[in-house]
């Protein structure tokens, strides 16, 4: 389906667009054709106006009209069509943000006709009126939620079309052997070999498929600038895991105390190692108890060691390894991890050593999360452990989970014609077929194929007003 031809009622939409809570200004966004209606109604301008122009700010109040009562001291800006985000009509409202005010400007523009707009449906228009495809519309949340200055960086570029940029190349590339294969098709009797079948699977492997990897490959890395990853530090009871959470923060966010059990719930917090989004994530020491409080926090620990990038497994360097420490480690060693042994500053040679025998087969790192060293080597490990050492920079474009799943899609289908097409005997309808799917995969990725569903799906992840 083609965005035009998706339907969409008509409806004049509006929102707070500002989140709530008291500030220094609140926004309320209107779209749709009554936009003007409705300005005219609630407004009253300071100074008289002939006619709202386009764009400009204008000075004055809200008013009820039908009870007179004055709501907030305002400024408005109508946007006439088709310049605007949504290519509809737009007024925008800056009141006052508190709570009770923007409310009730809400209330008045809904009694006057408009319906309160669905999360992200600002955007979807956007999309369906053509302004935007649905990589930038995708694009946008990313900016909205992005966590570190690379994934902001990432975000900008695929809302300025890089993404789609990429694909077209691919989709070109696609019409003409699809051009091709139908002459194949409609003239079978006569035989045409514009190009023979071996220089045509040549032709998709070069422009199509390779394109295709290379974005793949960009998958990864993307995610980790967009979504970061999560760093679970686990351990005994009192080998400094809050020690090093507060020190990677440069906060005194866990409490810290020499009582083993201190940490009984999750502690999570952002931090930025290297350029990575890290959401770290401090546990209860892990240990058998009979404390139920601290049962559960065990518990809660282990579900996190579950879906960590990396476990930071934490010991204790001026004591002697016990047992404890080597089952839990029997744990972790299959899932990504660092050894970290801490408190070197009060360790001696031979419980470090011990700890260097007992962990031989690891690459140990060695900190003081109380005196804060080792942390830039610690900082280095986890990120060469996330990127596998390969990715030095933020990638240009990288696709989301959707987007990549579509461009896996496109690449199957491809290899599909490939293989067909290096057959004995070629049937030239069942590479078209193949082709077709190709096309109709790799325009998931802009929205030219797509589907109620799937939009819903994407643009119910926007927050209200946007
Ligand atoms: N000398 C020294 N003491 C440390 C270091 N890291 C932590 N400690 C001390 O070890 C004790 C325990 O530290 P925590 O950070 O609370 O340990 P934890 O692993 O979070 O403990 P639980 O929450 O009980 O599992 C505290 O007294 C810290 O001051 C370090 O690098 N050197
Ligand atoms: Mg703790």
């Known amino acids: 389906m083609k965005p035009a ?13 500002t989140p ?27 100074r008289p106006v002939e006619e709202f122009q386009s764009h400009r700010l ?38 006052h943000s508190g709570y009770l005010v923007l409310t009730k400007i809400l209330e008045l523009v809904l009694r006057e006709g408009a319906r309160l707009a669905e999360p992200g449906e600002f955007t979807k228009r956007a999309f369906l009126n053509g302004r935007i495809d649905l990589s930038q519309a995708e694009a946008l949340l990313d900016l909205i939620n992005a966590r570190s200055e690379k994934g902001l960086r990432l975000a900008l570029n695929q809302l300025r079309g890089a993404l ?33 079948h071996y220089e045509l699977a040549e032709q998709l492997e070069k422009e199509v498929l390779s394109p295709l990897q290379r974005l793949l490959t960009n998958y990864q890395s993307g995610r980790l600038y967009r979504e970061g990853i999560a760093v679970v530090i686990a351990g005994r009871p009192n080998v400094g895991k ?18 083993p059990g201190t940490t009984r719930d999750i502690i999570e917090e952002f931090a930025n190692i290297r350029g990575l989004p890290v959401r ?85 790192i060695f900190i003081s999360a109380k005196k804060r060293e080792g942390l830039e080597a610690l900082a280095e490990n986890i990120f060469s452990l996330v990127t596998g050492e390969r990715v030095e920079s933020a990638p240009r474009v990288a696709p989301n989970l959707r987007q990549k799943v579509a461009l896996e899609k496109t690449k199957e ?48 992840n926007f927050c209200l007003g946007k």
Request: aromatic share 6%; proline share 4%.
């Open 280 to 364: 770290l994530i401090d546990t209860a020491g892990l240990r058998e108890t009979e404390d139920l409080v601290e049962e559960i926090g065990v518990q809660r620990a282990k579900e996190k060691m579950a879906e960590a990038d990396v476990i930071i497994f934490m010991v204790d360097g001026s004591q002697e390894p016990q047992e404890e420490d080597f089952r839990l480690y029997q744990e972790i060693k299959d899932r990504p991890h660092l050894v970290v042994v801490n408190k070197i500053d009060i360790a001696s040679e031979e419980t470090l050593t011990l700890w260097k025998k007992a962990f031989a087969q690891e690459k140990c």
């Open 164 to 196: 789609a940029q990429e694909i077209i190349p691919v989709k070109e590339a696609l019409l003409s052997a699809l051009a091709v294969v139908e002459v194949a098709v409609d003239f079978p009797e006569e035989d045409v070999e514009l190009l023979s």
């Open 413 to 460: 289908a491809v290899e599909r014609a490939i293989a067909n097409l290096r057959q004995p005997v070629v049937y030239p309808e069942l590479v078209a077929v193949d082709i077709r799917d190709a096309l109709h995969s790799l325009g998931e990725i802009t929205g030219e194929s797509t589907t109620e569903d799937l939009l819903d799906r994407i643009f119910s």
């Open 20 to 46: 709530v809570g008291p500030g220094a200004i609140g926004v309320i966004k209107v779209s749709g054709n009554l936009s003007e209606r409705i300005l005219k109604r609630l407004f009253e301008p300071k």
């Open 242 to 259: 809050s020690s090093l959470l507060n020190a990677l923060l440069l906060e005194e966010r866990a409490i810290v105390t020499p009582i």
């Open 58 to 95: 204008y000075y004055g109040f809200i008013k009820d009209p039908e009870s007179g009562e004055l709501i907030d001291e305002v400024l408005v800006t109508l946007m006439r069509k088709p310049h605007t985000y949504t290519r509809e009509d737009v007024l925008e409202i800056y009141g």
């Open 5 to 17: 031809e998706l339907e969409y009622a008509e409806a004049t939409i509006a929102a707070i667009a």
